[in-house]
């Protein structure tokens, strides 16, 4: 584990962008997340600086021998700028909680960005494993052997009653967080997107944006997500998201044969006009980016245009604020924010 | 003088869209129209066919020794179809009027469609000279000679009171209409357009689109002509509206300078969005091609975009739906147009 500037990170694309695994065409990624505490310390919100304290060195020192975090990368929030932690926010490598001030708060990345851990958010441990395509098994393997790797190591805030203690009580029990990231252009062309997040509702999973919690909905991406994590074991509840996005995926996938059959000159014309915008564009908000964007990852999943998808996912990163900032070495305004993200769009679109 | 195809026009561009002449970086044309009649002839619309049969030998035999025309092609508009007489329509060389039923109407038109001549249309000759640019004085002078040629041969029904006589009081006395094209892209963008608008109606002048009487200003183009004939000479006429249109050509540049100074990147923006539309759609209507490529020509005039004015000149024609189906050689439904219209788009701009 070693301790770096963020900047390593701007040359690299983590697993989860790489645009394989299963269902990539439709799924982007697949994210778990456990939320743990430690046994006799105070939630971190309610804690004294010194008991923060405590529980950073506590596992600073577990996760130390982990194996998966040997080639990590240490950062301490308070060391880190505001354009760095954004940097890290907008990578979904730690959440708005920790970037927020607070002493004591640090995240660790492992290697191409798969698994990473915030330490001192809500809850003292935040354990995190995000993968490509539909991979949720694989994911929740991987959380749950460094999970038990820590677990023999620290003693957690467990009860047998509730499972889990966390900060908050929609985490207690199980503390899994399970949730994939979709790629739904037909469902909401055809209106039908609306029908699904409302059955999606009912059956306890909740609907967010491409930028996580707190965000709407943008370039039809949708992470959907358990709402439930108590009286469920991990399997039900990854057995359940499983049934839910295999229904969804169905559902995108027959959008498109039947639409493209019907409508395929208006979607051609749709994918073209999109890249003919994002190949000439001079000034682009990140909304219309990422609109634009959406249809032309549209475009090479029905086959309309040929462009490499891992340069596209790229993108959409890349067009946040921070990271254009980062890339261009200094503080951008807005305007000068929407003037780089066009040439970067530019440029990098072949 | 010879009897021929219309089919013959389809490769050419007529000298006023050129892109050449005074001012034609927001002139496109400048065009005189006289309107004549035969004394002892009813107007066309109160005549039995027998004497409309007449008016057009008399008209013929009269025209075809005027050298203007010895390479002319003359039309009969009953031997043409539907779509010939569209296209012709649509190359401003004959008016709604002609299209329209009815016996022994005819065109002439003359070498680059610089002059033409329309033959039992309301009037019973309608003489038009169409330049590039700013050329209304050398467009008047060459429908004088040809005039007086006519005059020579022809008895024309004239008042020494009233002038000229023809069949709709608005263009009693000189028959003359005088009217420029111009494009004013910045006027419109800056919404001055509506003040010049109403200060040339004010001075008895009428501003018309691109598209001719009837039409709606689009693209950004509009055709200035005077309103009055009756009571001042032919050089008042065209001295006052080459008046009008030097204060109008003024307005655009200064609004071209000031405005590209202070908006340079979104002018740029929106002219490299126009060509990227233009170069990617798939299905594009007629009212919104004509806007992009209003865009693209702004784009050429600002020397934002380097491309040819002729070619941009030559696709307004070209993109309209006679045109399209002649290119196509053959009926097309709205649809079908919106399609190959995009396609000649995406050819022909380099």
Redesign the interface.
Known sequence: MKKSNVDILLNQLGAWLQGTGEYSDIVISSRIRFARNLKGFPFYHWASDKKREEVYFKVKEAIGNIPDFQNGIWMDMVELNELDRYFLLERHLISKELTEKGAHKASLIGDREIVSVMVNEEDHIRLQVLESGLSLLQAIDIARRIDNELAQKLDYAFSYEWGYLTACPTNTGTGLRASVMLHLPLLVLTKQITNVINTIAKLSFTTRGFYGEGTEASGNFFQISNQVTLGRSEEEIVENLLKVISQVINYERSAREKFYKQEK??L??QV??S?????????VTSKEAIELLSNLRMGIDLGIIDIDIKQMNELFLLIQPAHLQKLEGRKLNSKERD?KR?ELIRNRIK
């Not at 890249?275 to 000034?283: D, E, F, P, Q, T």
């Open positions: 000159l208006s051609e014309d073209f006009r890249y003919g915008m994002l190949k000439n564009s001079r000034v003037i066009a």
